[in-house]
Structures are given as structure tokens and as C-alpha cells.
């Protein structure tokens, strides 16, 4: 069976080499532990369990998938041991507050973990991965009581959670939200309602689930100005922290899905269920923007994991694989034919694939930068400082999100493509990946949803075209560094043209959307595409820089390697990044060729 290999060279070399992580420790508060010696000796080990541990339960466990019987959720064999070994590894807490149980470490550290764990095994790493969701939204929105209750035993793993937004009336659109929480007299509420799509709603993973559930109460108004968020765990905790008496919320159904089968995907009913308020009434939607914004960062990791684990199977197979000649003449003649790796449209594939995976990871620690100080901002109350970071973070949100899921899927399809008839047939595994990925641009918001909240609320009602602004200067002033490299030159003049081009077609959008109000949904999924290949190429010129500095001053025990990243990215740049000049030109169309038609014409059937 095919087997995943931790990318740990190309993880240190952005983390050390590019964006200074060591540097960057040093100026946090939570940074003080996390030297290279033991950031080092943390992904090493993280990388083992991801290889030997996750991995071989991959296939496993969607061949298996989970199974609801007599209301209890059972996950594929093996699952509970390898989440066992993955709680007594104290990973769950790499990152929580050491007055928690935590290990204190900055933010960043859990997603290094994240996305190596979502990358071996994406179905298993949603488990722990809902979980921190919901601890970070007690830590920040609790009381101090449901901090002492809830955050020691989500942070030890013994404990799991999850977000119940959604419902059968409706998705995305919050503002129908129905579940009902009647308060009782003793503080606590009354929960009735039904959610879908609940991601780890019910597993034999942990003792207990924390459901983190948006309701409205009696006298709320109408709309999402009407939610508030509750806790409501699966099973009451007695008066010693410990597991009480089950409370009214079970599984009616697990989500037959396209793919992450290993995945509980549920129907949860919260019958008279026991809540708890969290953060002030009727402002739910607020707080669970901090559960949300951490899952959708988190799901951009699944636009970087298949990526590289489909370039991975696919670069090993095209180096064993036979087929013809290559067009340039023989390059294995003692073979019958030459391997797959030879043939130019091959490399195409590939090539795409790596500098997805390569490019997205970067992005990924680019923001992971920002995540360290928005956190410490909201962790010594510095709340300027957090403000501050949650802007240039929130920006990037929904780049990170809706491009990198996009281009995962398209990884993923170049996976199978690459394979040919075999990447069809399971045993390979190349399926599953696309299976696997192709929700990711769906939940968290789908990629439309997240193209408006960029250009719709980020960049035109919040900021009037600021947040791009503020971007951009900060990759034309990189570039103006590197036009005196000859080797970056190119990459660093492109950069340039990009960034004006980039605030010019936002001013242009502003003024079109005055006279045409569906300009902006019409132009928001282009807009947030280009606004992801011009993140990517400044990702790319920034790794080239460093590639072709070590090369000229001493890198020859990694040259290969950085010889790699400069043509890799001169691939990107020649070969992907044209694609932003058609989403500029797409995204300037008027929207009467969308809306020309009325809904009675669309229909042409028959």
C-alpha cells in the first residue's frame, strides 16, 4: 500500500530559512520553550507517528468507515488505539495554556502538527482537530468556571468536541438557525432542535463530546442578530469534573458521504438537552466566529495535504512506471519503455502538484506567523495587538480557505491523472484522495461563501479597499529588495505589475458595484482566485530569494535541494500564475451575462 512521507525538509527549510521561525519564538511570550532544539525534536517525532501510526490506517479505515448501531458511533479498527497513543503524546495540548493542562507553546506549533496529521490521514486528524476549535473558543468567550470544567479534559484528548451550526433548513445562511434554549432557573438552558453534518458528533474516541451549539432563545431577535452559543456536552460532568449522567443529545444517522468515511459525520437531535450560555446573549455568532476561523484555517491544510500526498504516490509511481519513448529520444534503453517521470506532460502534473503543496505550505506558515501574535494578543489582553493581527489575518482567511482547497482538488485529479486507468482502482489510493478532499471546498463556507466575505465584507464594506492596500505594499516592498538579484529579478518585476494591478482592479470593482448590485457576487469567486495566485507568487519569490542566496554562499549540501525551489518556482511563475490574468479579465465582465436569464429560461430540456 502506498505510504506518506513527512515533508520535514521543506517544512524547516520555510520555517528556519524563510519566515525565521527561531526569531520569531523568541519574541512571544508563549516562544520561550519552543527553541529549535525542541521544535525540531517536537516535528521529528510528530512526523513518526504521522508515517507509522496514521497512516497505515488510511485506506483501512475508509474501506471500514464508521458504524452507528443501538445510538452509539463506532470508528474503523485501530482508530482508538492510534487516538490513544495520540493523547498520552500529550499532542492535543501542544499549544493550550499550561494553566489548562497545556504545554503553552505558540499557535503555530499545533498547525505544523495539523497539517502533517492531516496529510497522513486526513478522516482521523478531524477527531482532534474539532476539538481545539472548541477549546479555543471557551478559553476566549468562557467563564472561568466552564474554563476549570471543560478546557483540562479537551486538553488531555480525554475529552473531544465539536461545532453544531448547521441544520436542515438551512446552511450557511445562519440567520434560520431554529434550535430552541429555554432557560431554566437554575442558569442553565433547555436545548431542543436538530443538527446536520456534524463533524465528530458522536465517536468511541473519548469519554465524553462537547457540543459547542448555536441556539436562540425565547425573546431573541429574528435573524443572526438573534444566536447565542451554548455548551452542551454529551454527558453532564459531576461534581468532580469527572463523567455524569447522559444528557439529551443523540445521533440519529451518520451522513452517507462521497468520502472521509472514517469521519462521524452526524445527525445530531438535542432533546431537552442540558446547555450552558457561553459569551453574552444573542452575540453567538461572534463567538463562534473564533471556532469557525480556526476550522477554515484548519481546512486550508486539506487543500495542502492532498496536494502533497498525491504528489507524493504520483511522483513514485511515475518513476517505476513504463510507457513509450520519451519524444527526445530514449532515456532508459536497457528498459522496454521509458518511465512515465520522462515525458514532458507528466512533468506538467507534477510539477503543478509541487508547487501547490510547496506554495500552500508556505502560505500556511506565512499566516501561522500572525495566528502566534493574535493569539498572545488575546492571551495578555492586549487587545490593540490582536486587533491588529486579526485584520491581516482575517484578509488572508479566506484566501487560505477557498484558493488552496480549490487547487487541493485540482491536485488531487492530477493524482489519478498521472496514474491513468490505475489511479481509478482503489487499491492505489489516488481515489480516495480526491474523494476525500473534495469537501473541503465546501464546509467552513464554500468557496463561493468565502470569495464574498473577501470581497464583499473584508475588502469593499470593511476597509474600502485598504486590506489590499496594506498587502500589496508589503509585497512591493520585497520586491523592490530583489530586483538587484539577477536569478529573483523576474519573479520581483512581475510582483510589481501584480500588486498595481491588484488595486486597480479593486478600485474598479468599488466604482462598478455603485451602478450594478450583483458586481460583487459576480466577480467575488475571480477575485479571491487572483487574489490566491498573486499570495502564491509572492510565497514563491520569497522562497526563490532564499534558495538563491544559500546557492550562492555555501548551500552545497542542500544544493539539489534549492536548485529545485528556483525552478519550481520559475515553473509557477511561467506556468500557473498566468491563470490570475484571466480572473482579472473575468471578474471586470458585467454581471447581465450571469443574470440576463430568467429562472424560467434556464430550463432548456427538452
Not at 433547555?190 to 473519548?206: C, E, N, R, V
Not at 463562534?288 to 476550522?295: E, G, K, L
Not at 520522462?342 to 502560505?363: C, F, N, P, S, Y
Not at 510589481?496 to 457576487?521: E, F, I, P, Y
Amino acid at each position: 500500500m502506498p505510504v506518506y512521507k513527512a515533508p520535514l525538509r521543506d517544512m524547516k527549510f520555510l520555517l528556519n530559512e524563510v519566515f525565521d521561525y527561531p526569531g520569531h519564538y523568541t519574541r512571544l511570550n508563549s516562544g520561550e520553550n519552543a527553541t529549535p532544539d525542541i521544535v525540531d525534536a517536537i516535528l521529528n517525532e510528530c512526523g513518526r507517528f504521522c508515517e507509522e501510526v496514521l497512516s497505515p490506517l488510511y485506506q483501512s479505515g475508509d474501506e471500514e468507515g464508521c458504524k452507528l448501531e443501538n445510538g452509539e458511533v463506532t470508528t474503523p479498527k485501530g482508530y482508538p488505539e492510534a487516538y490513544r497513543q495520540y493523547a498520552q503524546g500529550g499532542w492535543q495540548g501542544l499549544s493550550a495554556p499550561e494553566e489548562y493542562g497545556g504545554q503553552g507553546l505558540p499557535a503555530s506549533m499545533g498547525l505544523l502538527k495539523q497539517e502533517m496529521m492531516g496529510t497522513a490521514n486526513w478522516p482521523f486528524s478531524m477527531y482532534p482537530g474539532l476539538s481545539i476549535g472548541a477549546m479555543n473558543t471557551i478559553f476566549l468567550h468562557g467563564s472561568e468556571d466552564q474554563k476549570q470544567i471543560y478546557l483540562l479534559p479537551l486538553t488531555e484528548g480525554r475529552w473531544g468536541g465539536t461545532m453544531c451550526l448547521t441544520e436542515p433548513q438551512c446552511g450557511t445562511d445562519l440567520g434560520q438557525v431554529k434550535t430552541k434554549a429555554e432557560p431554566q432557573t437554575d442558569g442553565s438552558y433547555k436545548l431542543s432542535g436538530t443538527k446536520i453534518f456534524i463533524s465528530s458528533g458522536d465517536h468511541d474516541l473519548t469519554e465524553n463530546i462537547v457540543h459547542i451549539v448555536l441556539g436562540r432563545l425565547p425573546d431573541a431577535p429574528k435573524g443572526t442578530r438573534g444566536i447565542s452559543l451554548f455548551i452542551v456536552p454529551k454527558f453532564l460532568p459531576d461534581e468532580h469534573g469527572g463523567v455524569g449522567q447522559r444528557n439529551g443529545v443523540t445521533c440519529g444517522s451518520l451522513e452517507k458521504k462521497m468520502g472521509i468515511k472514517a469521519s462521524a459525520t452526524c445527525v445530531l437531535n438535542f432533546d431537552d438537552a442540558t446547555g450552558f450560555l457561553i459569551g453574552p446573549e444573542n452575540e453567538g455568532l461572534n463567538c463562534m466566529f473564533t471556532f469557525m476561523n480556526t476550522a477554515r484555517i484548519g481546512t486550508a491544510i486539506q487543500g495542502v495535504g492532498p496536494a502533497e500526498l498525491s504528489y507524493q504516490w504520483a511522483l513514485d509511481y511515475a518513476k517505476e512506471r513504463r510507457s513509450m519513448r520519451a519524444l527526445s529520444g530514449k532515456k532508459e534503453p536497457e528498459q522496454v519503455a521509458d518511465a512515465l517521470i520522462h515525458h514532458a506532460d507528466v512533468r506538467r502534473m507534477l510539477l503543478t502538484q509541487k508547487a501547490i503543496a510547496e506554495g500552500g505550505r508556505a502560505m500556511l506558515y506565512y499566516a501561522a506567523r500572525l495566528a502566534d501574535h493574535m493569539v498572545e494578543g488575546h492571551t495578555t489582553g492586549d487587545d490593540k495587538k490582536a486587533d491588529r493581527y486579526d485584520d491581516r489575518l482575517g484578509f488572508l482567511t479566506p484566501i487560505l480557505k477557498g484558493f488552496l482547497t480549490e487547487l487541493g482538488n485540482e491536485a488531487a485529479n492530477l493524482g489519478v491523472q498521472v496514474f491513468g486507468g490505475h489511479g481509478y482502482i482503489r487499491e492505489h489510493g489516488m481515489e480516495q484522495i480526491v474523494r476525500d478532499t473534495r469537501i473541503a471546498t465546501l464546509y467552513e463556507g464554500t468557496t463561493g461563501i468565502q470569495a464574498l466575505d473577501l470581497l464583499g465584507r473584508k475588502v469593499l464594506i470593511m476597509t474600502r479597499g485598504g486590506a489590499v492596500r496594506e498587502f500589496t505594499l508589503r509585497i512591493a516592498n520585497f520586491a523592490r529588495k530583489q530586483l538587484a538579484n539577477k536569478t529573483v529579478r523576474p519573479f520581483a518585476v512581475e510582483l510589481l505589475k501584480l500588486t498595481a494591478q491588484w488595486n486597480l482592479l479593486t478600485v474598479r470593482l468599488m466604482l462598478a458595484a455603485r451602478t450594478d448590485r450583483d458586481m460583487v457576487s459576480s466577480a467575488a469567486n475571480d477575485f479571491l482566485m487572483y487574489s490566491g495566485y498573486v499570495t502564491m507568487a509572492y510565497m514563491w519569490a520569497r522562497m526563490a530569494a532564499v534558495a538563491s542566496d544559500k546557492l550562492d554562499h555555501g548551500g552545497a549540501d542542500s544544493a539539489d535541494f534549492y536548485r529545485a525551489k528556483l525552478a519550481t518556482a520559475e515553473f509557477y511563475y511561467e506556468r500557473l500564475l498566468p491563470r490570475a490574468l484571466a480572473h482579472a479579465t473575468s471578474m471586470l465582465s458585467p454581471s447581465k451575462n450571469l443574470m440576463q436569464l430568467d429562472a424560467k429560461d434556464m430550463n432548456f430540456i427538452g
